[in-house]
């Protein structure tokens, strides 16, 4: 989406200069900056965003054969005999 946001010269100026040494667009450090402020802003206010429990059995992940399968062969392996 398009918009028009009014940002000082001393601003604007020292995000082209990071952007440019980071080889990144404006755009996208706006949007981190963003995100950044918002998700504090959530965090100030009680609302931390949703994380998921690390419901993991121990494991260390897939098996070096499958580190690069696709979903479809792990899927295949996983339900291997149970039904059709």
Excluded: C, N
């Excluded at 940002?7 to 450090?29: C, N």
């Excluded at 994380?51 to 291997?80: C, K, N, T």
């Amino acid at each position: 989406m398009k918009t028009t946001v009014e940002i000082s010269d001393s601003v604007l100026t020292a995000a082209k200069g990071t952007a440019q040494r980071e080889r990144t667009t404006l755009r996208a450090l706006i949007e981190e900056g963003l995100r950044l402020a918002l998700e504090r802003r959530e965090r100030q206010a009680g609302r931390a965003s949703f994380r998921l429990r690390d419901a993991s059995v121990g494991g260390h992940g897939l098996r070096p054969e499958l580190q690069h399968a696709p979903w479809e062969q792990i899927r295949d392996l996983v339900y291997h005999g149970r039904g059709s």
